[in-house]
């Protein structure tokens, strides 16, 4: 019987002048059944806080039955846990006609404990004094240990996070940082200035090309992914290798309740692996060292014999025109004897550039694959540490902090730039110039890599630009080279559909400009 509960209740409340009318419309036991249908504990006290109206479901929740409480202040819900100050901010409020709303620790009549969420609102009489109280509360302790879960586990997975070796970020759709770890922020503070997260999504890109794309908020992880940056300077390549988990959570947003919008996030995980690559590095260099050696023994050998073999060429051009000159005058025996010497001449001069040519060392083949052509310069100015040292030449290194992959021959890219660099230093300390500076640049420019070799040596006489690529051709003191360097440069970037060029804007020396395309489909020719 809820309305004659709330018609007694009613009663037994003194109605102060000028009550607030009820709306006509809607009769006084509705707002009885509402009050009593309401699933919130909800009580109405006197100024005292004792209570003249409890609810259905302030029984259910405090275990005491109405008529437990009527006349009971509502303090026999209180629990020591409760702080003296919650209940001095609740009473400051009331007693200047404010609601509170606030969680206390309720005790339920057999002593369990509880956390409530209350509000109190004061009911006020004409001259707005609070004359009675509504008092209405939620047990939220299903709610709050939820809560506290969810953040206990937030604060556990972020100190992990934190003290993890590893650098860890968080990354949303748009690719911004919204969460990073300590190991985060170092890189950041080591990278002046550059997200350290852009870079290397970028240089994964870069990399990966096309099978970055596909991982791409696609919901699948990549795993160990190299990647490399520069940080201009002095300073040594960064290397780092790189997984990441993409995934999708529900937005929280309350318009995304029904429509659910799920946003992207990327977390990425990278370990520095610089120390690890300095020493594959070292390894690697000394194996190309002896590699270079052995190239360099192979390819002065095969100049030495195509330049020997061209020298042989021109006197064996004029042994056998004048041998067919006597052959078309067979009828003069007293020149047999001469026929018969140019003859043999001929013939053994034939036989010895067989053999000559022959004799030529094979270039062993070559696989093609993708080659980071600033690890290769890298790897050339460690080979040329020491001539660079005792020539007393300044290397200004400037590459690209990223630089995608060109396909090529490794070996054959890797002899062209040694080349390149040796003519360098050669210019240098030829014209024992005062000036010894070597600088190296590369860059992406227009689908390509650009590599510019710069020295402040001689230069070269721009009727020269185009003559000094032909082979044979030198400009060396005779006996120094054979003049092929150039040339097989100009093959090398041939083989690359690529370019190679002296720059004539550039007077301090010379300047050479290489261009390796990056959209060459690798059809090279075997
Ligand atoms: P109390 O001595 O009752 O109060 C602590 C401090 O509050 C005192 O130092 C005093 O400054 C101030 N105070 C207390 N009563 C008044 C008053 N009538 N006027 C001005 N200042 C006052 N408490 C709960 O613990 N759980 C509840 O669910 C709960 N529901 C409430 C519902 C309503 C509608 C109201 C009005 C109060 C409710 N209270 C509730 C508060 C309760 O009345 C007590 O103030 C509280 O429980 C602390 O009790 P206590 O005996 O420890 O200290």
């Not at 002095?234 to 529900?250: L, N, V």
């Not at 990327?266 to 690697?284: A, Y």
């Not at 000559?356 to 790897?379: D, F, G, H, T």
Request: hydrophobic share 40%; glycine share 6%.
């Amino acid at each position: 019987m809820i309305e004659d509960d709330y018609a007694k209740a009613v009663a037994e409340i003194a109605v102060p002048e000028s009550p607030q009318p009820l709306d006509e419309a809607i009769p006084a036991w509705a707002f009885a059944r509402a009050i009593a249908q309401l699933p919130a504990a909800v009580c109405i006290t006197d100024a005292d806080a004792r209570i003249l109206y409890a609810n259905p479901a302030f029984t259910e929740i405090t275990g005491y039955s109405v008529s437990e409480v009527i006349g009971q202040n509502t303090s026999i819900l209180a629990h020591e846990c409760t702080p003296p100050r919650v209940y001095e901010q609740m009473w400051d409020r009331l007693v200047h006609a404010r609601p509170w709303t606030g969680l206390l620790v309720n005790r339920r009549k057999y002593g369990a404990v509880y956390l409530a969420e209350l509000t109190v609102a004061p009911l006020l009489d004409a001259q707005d004094r609070a004359v009675y109280y509504l008092g209405m509360h939620r047990d939220v302790t299903a709610v709050h240990r939820l809560e506290q879960q969810v953040h206990n586990q937030k604060e556990l997975i972020e100190s992990m996070v934190d003290a993890a070796p590893a650098v860890i970020a968080l990354l949303n759709g748009s690719g911004q940082v919204i969460l990073q770890n300590h190991e985060y922020k170092q890189l950041a503070a080591a990278m002046q200035g550059k997200e350290p997260a852009v870079e290397l999504l970028h240089g994964l890109r870069e990399s990966l090309g096309e099978s970055f794309q596909h991982h791409d908020g696609e919901g699948e992880s990549f795993r160990n992914k190299e990647v490399s940056f520069e940080p201009g300077g002095d300073a040594p390549t960064r290397w780092f290798s790189c997984s990441g988990i993409w995934f999708r959570e529900s937005d929280d947003r309350a318009d995304a309740f029904f429509q659910p919008v799920r946003q992207t996030y990327l977390l990425l995980m990278v370990n520095e692996i610089s120390t690890l690559k300095r020493q594959q590095e070292e390894i690697r260099t000394n194996a190309m060292r002896a590699l270079i050696a052995e190239q360099e023994r192979v390819r002065s050998m095969r100049e030495a014999l195509q330049a020997a073999i061209f020298q042989m060429q021109q006197p064996l051009n004029l042994i056998a025109a004048a041998n067919e000159m006597l052959e078309r005058r067979r009828s003069s025996p007293e020149l047999a004897p001469l026929r018969s010497v140019l003859g043999q001449a001929l013939a053994s001069g034939r036989d010895a550039l067989e053999k000559l040519e022959n004799s030529i060392p094979i270039m062993p083949p070559e696989a093609i694959a993708p080659v980071n052509i600033n690890q290769l310069l890298r790897e050339v100015l460690t080979l040329s540490t020491q001539r660079l040292l005792a020539g007393g030449i300044v290397v200004e290194w400037q590459p690209a902090p990223v630089l995608p992959a060109v396909l090529g021959r490794e070996g054959r890219l890797r002899g062209m730039f040694k080349q390149l660099i040796d003519n360098a230093m050669d210019a240098m300390e030829h014209c024992r110039s005062q000036r010894r500076d070597l600088r190296i640049v590369t860059k992406v420019q227009e689908n390509a890599v650009v590599i510019l070799i710069e020295d402040t040596g001689p230069g070269v006489p721009k009727e020269l630009h185009w003559k000094i690529f032909e082979p044979f051709y030198t400009s060396k003191p005779a006996g120094d080279r054979t003049g092929i360097g150039l040339a097989l440069a100009q093959e090398v970037v041939n083989e690359q559909r690529g370019m190679i060029g002296i720059d004539p804007e550039y007077t301090d020396g010379c300047r050479v400009r290489v261009l390796l395309p990056l959209d060459h489909d690798g059809g090279f020719e075997e």
